[in-house]
C-alpha cells in the first residue's frame, strides 16, 4: 500500500488518476505527451492499493494547487498569497504558492513565444543559424515550424541540422541572446536552462510544417548527414501514429504489409491501434491475424520494433507516393 508521506510528484499524479476512475483519468491523460502517459501509467501499475486518506489528501493539494492558480491569474502572486493567507494561514499559503512557483517556471525566449511566428521570422532572418537554431528550440513546435517555413531553403538545413545536433545550451549563450533579445523586443524574460534541441525537437518541428518543408531540408540533411537523416526520418511517423490515418489509407497499408510483421507489431501495440487494424480487416483476416498473435508466443522486444518499423517504412512510401495521406501541420494539413 503506498504510504502518504514522502509521495513524489509522479506518485501523487499516479493516485490523483486512480482516484478520478477510468474514465476521467482517460480525458486527463489524452490531454498529456507520450512521454508524461507513459511514465504515469507505469507508475499507476505498480500501485497495488491506495488509502482512503491518502486519496484524500493528494485530491485536497491538487484543489488547492487548483483554487490558488485561479487566484494567481485573476490578481498575480501578491493577490494569491494574501486570499490563500486568510483561508489556510500564512505557513500553509507559502507552501502552496512556492509550487505554484515552481511549476510556472518559465523557459528562456519566452517573450519569443508570444511574438507573431511571421514577424519573427522576420526579426531573426539575418541572424546566424546557430542563433536561429537555437530560438526554435525553445519554441513551441508549432510556432516554429512557422518560422522554419518562412526562411530560405539554403538557411533551412543549416538550421535543422544544428537543432538535431542541438544537446544543451550554455547557461551563458542564453543569457547573452536573452539579454539583445529582451533589449530589441523591449520583453521580460525568466530564465531557466531547460534542454533544448535534439533529434525529437527538429521531428516536432518537421512534423508540422509543409511537405516542401520537408523535402528540402531532409534532401540537403542526407547529404551532409545521411545517418542523422535516417535518424530523423525514423521518428517522423511512429507505428503508434496510425491512428491519424483514416480507413481507406489503413486498408492501403494492410495490402502492402506482410501479415507476419502485422502480427508481431500487434504484440506490443495499444488496444486503440489494433482496434482500427481490425477494423479494417474482413472477418475472416481477423481471426486468422488472431490466430498468429496467439499462436506466436513470446517475442523479443527488439523483433517486434523491428517489424513495427517496417510498416512505418511501407506507410511513409504510401504517403511519399501521394497514395496516402498522414496528417500533420501546415498548409497540407487539410484534406479535401
Not at 505527451?33 to 485530491?59: D, F, G
Amino acid at each position: 500500500m503506498v504510504q502518504t508521506k514522502q509521495l513524489s510528484g509522479l506518485e501523487k499524479a499516479a493516485i490523483f488518476l486512480i482516484s478520478l476512475g477510468p474514465e476521467m483519468s482517460s480525458l486527463v491523460l489524452k490531454q498529456m505527451p507520450q512521454e508524461e502517459i507513459e511514465r504515469i501509467t507505469y507508475q499507476i501499475a505498480n500501485i497495488s492499493s491506495v488509502s482512503l486518506e491518502t486519496k484524500q489528501k493528494v485530491m485536497q493539494e491538487f484543489l488547492e494547487l487548483s483554487e490558488a492558480q485561479q487566484y494567481l491569474l485573476q490578481g498575480g502572486i501578491k493577490y494569491a498569497r494574501e486570499v490563500l493567507e486568510k483561508t489556510l494561514g500564512a505557513s500553509k499559503a507559502n507552501k502552496i504558492i512556492k509550487k505554484l512557483v515552481e511549476a510556472t517556471k518559465l523557459r528562456p525566449f519566452e517573450m519569443v513565444r508570444k511574438a507573431d511566428p511571421v514577424q519573427l521570422a522576420n526579426f531573426i532572418y539575418n541572424e546566424h543559424p546557430q542563433t536561429i537554431a537555437l530560438i526554435l528550440a525553445y519554441l513551441e513546435p508549432e510556432q516554429a515550424a512557422i518560422v522554419l517555413n518562412s526562411l530560405p531553403q539554403e538557411v533551412q538545413a543549416q538550421v535543422a541540422k544544428r537543432i538535431a545536433l542541438m544537446e544543451r545550451a550554455s547557461p551563458e549563450t542564453l543569457k547573452e541572446l536573452e539579454s539583445i533579445l529582451e533589449e530589441r523586443l523591449s520583453a521580460l524574460v525568466q530564465q531557466d536552462f531547460d534542454k533544448a534541441g535534439g533529434v525529437k525537437s527538429l521531428v516536432d518541428i518537421l512534423n508540422r510544417a509543409d511537405r516542401g518543408t520537408e523535402k528540402t531540408i531532409l534532401e540537403s540533411l542526407e547529404q551532409d548527414d545521411p545517418e542523422l537523416t535516417e535518424e530523423i526520418r525514423k521518428r517522423m511517423f511512429v507505428f503508434e501514429d496510425i491512428l491519424t490515418l483514416d480507413d481507406n489509407s489503413i486498408r492501403r497499408v494492410l495490402r502492402e504489409i506482410d501479415l507476419k510483421d502485422l502480427a508481431l507489431a500487434l504484440k506490443a501495440a495499444s488496444d486503440e491501434v489494433a482496434e482500427r487494424i481490425y477494423r479494417n480487416l474482413s472477418k475472416r483476416a481477423g481471426e486468422m491475424l488472431r490466430e498468429d498473435i496467439e499462436y506466436m508466443g513470446p517475442a523479443r522486444l527488439r523483433d517486434v520494433e523491428e517489424a513495427q518499423q517496417r510498416i512505418v517504412q511501407v506507410i511513409r512510401r504510401l504517403d511519399e507516393a501521394g497514395e496516402i495521406i498522414i496528417a500533420r501541420g501546415g498548409e497540407d494539413a487539410v484534406v479535401v
